[in-house]
């Protein structure tokens, strides 16, 4: 509260001084509200530790080391984390007095009443926010816009993260920035994991950047095996088999000393996975130490929306979309995902042709939320010769729209090495 004034002043509207658990900080509470509500601001720091002295010994020594470790930098949890778990107690607190004041007028009679009571409780449970508005005051911020530019040229962090497409990365500057989120799509059994596998590759071996890769479904065992072929090139069959060479598992060996606390790979088989789980994992991550600077997850459709209202598929997807978005945005991460394509009509897979959003399944909204999308196209021919095409439509900064073919090595899991642009237009228009 004390960082943000737009969060803070969010809380006050919900809070009380008695819902908090330290007495120390229901005392911080009181403080913030009567001094938002006489000065029209939010206090500083030195203001509650000026405040803190006023008191009496007794309680001095009470709130003292609470308020002092709170006010210490990394001295609460992770902010959005806070704010998922606030968010659900203004929630809950809602739906208790609706039902109190509810079940009063029920008793009395009053039915309509009553039932008016529940629906705008439920209308305000769905509007609580915590989040700052994505509001900027052009003319005057350019010195903070400025700062951030020439800030970021110097973070190592913010070099963006190659695709392997040197075409590509070159209309896109440099890639995937920080705060952009990409997606792949692809007919079933067509590469989007392994593209992904590729992506976590160069986030870590070319970047050294701490990545977080989220799988959905599949085995651990399954994407670890592919990131060990992948990086060792020795076959994906053999790697299963723990029948590496020697000279290459040394090799890898050395490899992963020097690569340690790069990647996490994190698998979720519920079917009631969404981006909460997702926060919880990254919370408990940076507990241990590592904050990834690249998230991967593998893939957007398996994940639902947060809210028990929704309903249908399409707005599972689109919700557990935005959510993914708003992540990667206010982290800075640079993110990638995969869609599935509409199911291919009957001898599709024969022929040559090339997917456009118009063939992504479901919720086509999505399109709308991602920074950059692309499509990977193949004939079984084409599996069969290690070949592939990628087509990358869209991106929200640099006109794209060119269909590249890259070599597609599933036996080792690597795809991107080389990439040559090709005619779009001889290849078709879609399925």
């Not at 590496?244 to 990647?263: P, T, V």
């Amino acid at each position: 509260m004390l960082q943000d004034d737009v969060f803070g002043s969010r809380c006050a509207q919900y809070l009380e001084a008695g819902f908090f658990q330290l007495e120390a900080f229901g005392w911080a509470f009181k403080f913030y509200k009567h001094y938002l509500e006489e000065y029209g601001a939010k206090p500083t720091d030195i203001a509650v530790r000026h405040e803190l002295r006023r008191l009496s010994s007794d309680k001095f020594m009470l709130y003292a080391g609470e308020i002092e470790f709170a006010l210490m930098p990394g001295g609460v949890p992770e902010a959005e984390y806070i704010k998922a778990q606030l968010r659900e107690f203004v929630r809950m607190n809602l739906f208790v007095e609706a039902h109190r004041e509810s079940a009063k007028r029920f008793t009395a009679g009053e039915y309509a009443q009553a039932y008016e009571i529940f629906r705008e409780a439920n209308d305000r449970m769905g509007t609580i926010q915590f989040e700052r508005p994505a509001r900027q005051w052009f003319f005057e911020e350019l010195a903070d816009r400025q700062v951030r530019r020439v800030t970021e040229q110097s973070d190592i962090r913010a070099v963006p993260r190659m695709t392997g497409i040197p075409d590509l990365d070159r209309i896109t500057d440099g890639g995937v920035h920080n705060g952009e989120l990409w997606a792949v799509f692809a007919y079933a059994k067509r590469c989007k994991s392994t593209w992904l596998i590729n992506q976590g590759f160069n986030a870590t071996r070319i970047h050294k950047q701490p990545t977080l890769h989220v799988q959905l479904e599949g085995s651990p065992k399954q994407c670890s095996d592919k990131y060990d072929a992948c990086f060792s090139r020795e076959l994906y069959t053999r790697v299963k088999l723990g029948e590496i060479n020697a000279e290459a598992f040394l090799s890898l060996q050395d490899e992963y000393q020097r690569l340690r606390k790069l990647l996490v790979i994190r698998t979720f088989n519920d079917w009631d996975m969404n981006m909460g789980h997702v926060l919880n994992e990254l919370n408990e991550l940076k507990a241990q130490g590592f904050e990834p600077t690249t998230l991967i997850v593998d893939y957007i459709d398996l994940l639902r929306s947060r809210s028990s209202r929704v309903d249908s598929e399409l707005q599972h997807q689109l919700d557990a979309s935005r959510d993914l978005k708003r992540l990667i945005n206010e982290r800075e991460y640079a993110g990638w995902t995969a869609w599935q394509a509409q199911r291919p009509k009957p001898g599709a897979l024969q022929r040559e042709h090339v997917l456009t959003s118009a063939n992504v399944a479901d919720a086509y909204a999505k399109v709308r939320v991602v920074d950059s999308w692309g499509s990977l196209n193949a004939t079984d021919e084409e599996m069969a010769r290690n070949e592939m095409r990628v087509y990358w439509e869209g991106h929200r900064d640099a006109p794209v729209g060119k269909l590249y073919r890259i070599t597609n090595e599933l036996a080792t899991m690597r795809m991107i090495e080389t990439s040559e642009e090709i005619d779009f237009r001889a290849t078709g228009d879609g399925a």
